[in-house]
């Protein structure tokens, strides 16, 4: 998109008809230019044009003939004559270029020749606007490696509104001085290429440790299209020759994923489970191979039938737990009869679940197990596999390449060879893709950096397929990356051996899946190219069809295996009603296997279907009991998305003067904002909570938002009203816990309870509780469990016990690792750092600190950081690092007005040693004064003894005497 720069101004002062004829030579030069180039208009506005390049054929290089053109306007325009009294002036343009999908009308008169949609347009446009004079903007996406034809500025980061992230763009300056993409890409600096005969060799390595009876776990790092899931199953082939049991399953990153889904595949395909026998003999298989297994059937049948959605098995919370045992004796014992390896592809978007399990079977470290995973990004695991051997795959050296290259096309052209071989990178995917350009005939051959290249690359081969190929190919990506083929034939009519499927597979769009009956596409990327081909009238009625048909599937051999799918395919089918259906079911499904990440999801989308159909007491009475569970999935995980859901909540039920509503979306909103560290606005919607319940007569709610309440107190360190508060929660639910599973809820407020008592130096008193804490939670890998280590360690670092807290921390990270929680983990990890600190000082033990703060500062969830703050002040003007500790001294303070004292008094004591030093305006004893009142506000006695410590210290170090020597 083109517009003039400054033309209010000019119009302002130029003569009508003078004006009139420059927009008139600028238009002339807007149409030549941009056909010289390959582009369409799609309209002129005034002064400004919006021109398309790849319509109405998708080309490989449109981004640089864009930039091409917009370059020569440029240059163009600025040699334009203006009259007289402007003749001094140069007229000047500015540009936005971006690169995605549009949807395409024709126009007419008013709205120009074509009428874009979507947001790409959007995205150009808001380029344009803050484009300067003489500026080019153009995005990454729309640049690709063809920057480097371009002479361009630094990279930067622009925020559009509507956009989550910002996108990367970049200053087009002019040409750079190179004529060849060849000498672009020497300009670039390919990336050192290695091979793969030492990662395969690696794994076969760790294969061999597995076989020897030495479990491992491996995973192949690679962004997508470098050859992950091709080197997997290359070793996967090899183990089976050698004759491992080999199980495989996947994650997905959409909807329709189901709780634990690489697990269940392994599941289904271990009791060939594939839904075309009748629950009763499946579940007959499965009870005779775990009888041939000697897996105890009473203790784990039922949870592995119900995992099989074959039965009901266990219920409620006690699934994942269930399921975890289950699932790793099953492995177990299979391990005992032969090697197994236990493949899972994009490990990263598995669920909570999952992660879960996998650490259960992780445990398994004596028997011949493997446990291979690809991801993207092993830094961003939480913990779950950082610690195990992880394969970085690089891209293909230049022989690798051209053997790929040879044997996809057999005595190919050496020079073309090389061609594919240089523009590729070393890429498996861009070879591949690459090879099929060149198979067509096509005389340029010109990958581009990042996902929106290797878009346009596949886009221009899918639009070379026959119409009735293409269609089918949509259908396909319609109902995901992996296909059922009784799915496809019922909604195609096409089956397996179909002439049209076997094209596609000829073609290399998709290829035959790893389970029995599935099809796949090539690669993830294929399939959303594809699906974003697919118009909306189309996509919507494919997605419905699809949803009856697993509705009817269902009905056949059991709806539970297809909730999230038919949730997922209906809402996209434009069906609110079922698609609130089934995802209210998939919520309920996901809680029951504590996959709470996936349920938060799935009630999400049962709760915005809701709100697309017409309000009735009924919908809103439902509506209400969603929001609830999804405010139950949210509890150890609460996040500032939610906000929205409970005020809407709370609006709706003033609206219907709902007393009883009206409470629980105030303790809804009162426990958001404690999970979150907002104290004091969490005490605020708390005690409103209180009081609609109180008013309401509901008394079970009562105790719960009373409970919270005392915890937030607390939090605050308003010590002589929380406890009241919290001794009153404990009573009532001691006198109504029943046995089996875990009380995490009284085990959570006595140790709350207890750091408040040794906060105020009562640590016998305090341990009792956390014994007693413990002994209710003690093995459950629960959250609160690893609340009390942390909440440990911390008070054992108030008594000066530095080993201590460095245990406890290490539990406390742990269970945290296990239960998923990253700020427990965070937490954890700065507390054994600040406790190693107070033992040796160490740099490396402050950079722990500074890195965990630095996790959590970038969270949502920042409970009790102040602590950290403090303790970073503390440390850095030890170190002499003043400017930092004067920072962290602020973070503390300001968290000190949002209720979160504890490291208050101690940043003040930091800020008291800088001022000692000779740093700052301001007195130690302005400092001191500050800490005193902290620590008196808490009554914390360990806190006023650090202050006069500090100042008995620095009094003999001034003036040494038996007073301060005394007080020492």
């Keep these: 998109m083109t517009d003039l720069s400054g033309s209010t101004r000019l119009a302002a002062r130029m003569e009508a008809e003078d004006f009139a004829a420059l927009l008139g030579n600028l238009h002339d030069i807007y149409h030549r230019m941009i056909a010289r180039h390959g582009g369409t208009i799609a309209q002129i506005s005034g002064d400004g044009v919006l021109a398309l390049f790849g319509y109405p054929k998708t080309l490989e290089d449109d981004g640089r003939r864009a930039v091409e053109a917009a370059l020569d306007l440029h240059e163009a325009v600025r040699g334009l004559p ?19 999908l549009v949807l395409l009308h024709e126009g007419d008169a008013v709205r120009g020749r074509f009428e874009l949609h979507g947001n790409a347009t959007n995205i150009a446009s808001r380029f344009c606007d803050i484009a300067e004079a003489d500026e080019i903007l153009a995005s990454e996406a729309a640049l690709g490696p063809e920057r480097h034809f371009f002479a361009t500025g630094e990279r930067m980061d622009i925020r559009v509104r509507g956009k989550d992230r910002p996108i990367a763009a970049f200053r087009i300056e002019g040409r750079a001085d190179i004529g060849t993409r060849f000498a672009a890409l020497a300009r670039r600096g390919l990336t050192p290429f290695t091979g793969r005969h030492g990662p395969l060799a690696e794994l076969e390595s760790a294969l061999a440790d597995a076989m020897a009876g ?63 026998a009748t629950n009763l003999r499946a579940a007959d298989a499965v009870a005779a191979l775990l009888s041939s297994l000697g897996i105890d059937l009473a203790r784990h049948g039922r949870t592995l039938l119900h995992l099989l959605s074959l039965g009901r098995g266990a219920t409620g919370g006690e699934l994942i737990g269930d399921a975890a045992t289950a699932l790793r004796d099953l492995f177990d014992q299979l391990a005992a009869r032969a090697p197994l ?52 795959l690089a891209p293909l050296s230049d022989a690798e390449t051209a053997e790929a290259i040879d044997r996809l096309i057999p005595a190919i052209d050496p020079f073309v060879r090389e061609k594919i071989g240089a523009y590729s990178g070393g890429n498996p995917l861009f070879i591949e893709e690459l090879c099929h350009s060149a198979m067509v005939g096509e005389e340029e051959h010109r990958p581009h950096a990042g996902s929106a290249w290797l878009d346009i690359l596949i886009e221009a081969r899918f639009a070379r397929l026959p119409d009735a190929q293409a269609d089918l190919a949509r259908i396909a990506a319609i109902i995901g990356t992996v296909v059922p083929i009784w799915l496809l034939e019922r909604v195609t009519g096409h089956d397996g051996d179909h002439p049209l499927v076997r094209d596609l597979i000829e073609q290399d769009f998709i290829l035959p899946g790893e389970r029995d009956g599935t099809l796949r596409f090539k690669h993830g990327i294929t399939r959303d190219v594809i699906y974003d081909s697919v118009g909306l009238r189309m996509r919507r009625t494919f997605h419905h069809r699809i949803a009856e048909a697993l509705r009817q599937r269902g009905a056949d051999s059991g709806e539970e295996e ?72 949210s509890v150890f995980d609460p996040s500032r998305d939610q906000f929205d859901i409970f005020q809407r909540a709370l609006a709706r039920a003033i609206a219907h003067g709902d ?100 906060d105020r130096g009562q640590f016998g008193e305090a341990q009792t509780c956390y014994d007693e804490a413990l002994a209710m939670v003690r093995g459950a890998q629960h959250e609160v469990e690893g609340s009390i280590y942390t909440q440990l360690s911390a008070v054992s670092l108030w008594q000066g016990r530095a080993s201590d807290a460095a245990r406890y921390a290490a539990e406390g990270e742990r269970v945290a690792k296990h239960a998923r ?60 690092r003043i400017a930092e500790a004067r920072h962290h001294a602020a973070r503390a303070l300001l968290r000190a007005r949002k209720g979160d004292r504890l490291g208050a008094a101690m940043a003040c004591r930091a800020m008291a040693s800088a001022a000692a030093l000779g740093h700052g305006h301001k007195p130690a004893a302005h400092y001191l004064r500050m800490a005193r009142r902290s620590a008196a506000a808490r009554q914390a006695p360990h806190e006023i003894a650090a202050i006069e410590r500090w100042t008995a210290e620095h009094a003999i170090a001034a003036a040494p005497s038996a007073r301060p020597t005394a007080t020492l």
């Design 82 to 100: 203006l009259p007289t009294p402007l003749a001094g002036e140069r007229l000047r343009l500015h540009s936005g270029i971006h690169s995605g």
């Design 214 to 276: 030495q479990g491992r776990l491996v995973a192949i790092e690679a962004p997508p299209g470098v050859g992950k899931t091709r080197l997997a199953d290359e070793l996967l082939d090899r183990a089976a020759a050698q004759g491992c049991r080999v199980v495989r399953g996947d994650c997905q990153s959409y909807l329709g994923a189901e709780p634990l889904q690489p697990f269940l595949q392994m599941l289904r395909a271990i009791f060939a489970v594939d839904g075309s």
């Design 341 to 392: 390896v236990l493949f899972v592809d994009d490990w990263q978007w598995a669920d909570i679940a999952s992660r879960q399990v996998l650490d259960a079977v992780r445990g398994l470290q004596q028997r011949p197990i493997l446990i291979l995973l690809t991801t993207r990004d092993a830094a961003d695991s939480d913990g779950d596999i950082r610690d195990s051997q992880i394969l970085r």
């Design 562 to 633: 297809f909730y999230e799918a038919m949730a997922y395919h209906f809402r996209e089918g434009g069906d609110a009603a079922s698609a609130a259906h089934y995802a209210e079911l998939s919520g309920d499904k996901a809680m029951a296997a504590s996959a709470l990440d996936r349920a938060q999801a799935q009630y999400r989308v049962a709760l915005d279907a809701l709100d697309q159909l017409d309000a009735t007491d009924d919908r809103y009475q439902r509506w209400n009991g969603i929001a609830r569970r999804l405010g139950l999935a």
């Design 659 to 758: 007393g009883g509503a009206i409470a629980w979306a105030e303790y809804w909103l009162g426990y958001l904002n404690y999970g979150l560290g907002e104290s004091a606005k969490a005490i605020t919607h708390c005690e409103r909570a209180l009081a609609a319940a109180r008013n309401a007569g509901d008394d079970r709610l009562t105790v719960q938002i009373r409970a919270t309440l005392g915890q937030a107190r607390a939090a605050t360190c308003d010590y002589d009203t929380a406890l009241p508060l919290l001794d009153d929660a404990i009573a009532v639910k001691r006198s109504h816990r029943s046995g089996g599973r875990p009380s995490v809820g009284t085990a959570y407020s006595l140790a709350c309870r207890g750091f408040v008592l040794a």
């Design 821 to 880: 929680s990253r700020y427990l983990y965070a937490m954890a990890r700065a507390l054994g750092a600040y406790a190693r600190w107070r033992a040796d000082g160490t740099e490396e033990a402050l950079q722990a600190i500074v890195e965990a703060t630095a996790w959590l500062e970038t969270g949502e969830r920042q409970q009790f950081i102040s602590l950290n703050h403090g303790w970073l002040a503390e440390a850095l003007v030890q170190r002499g």
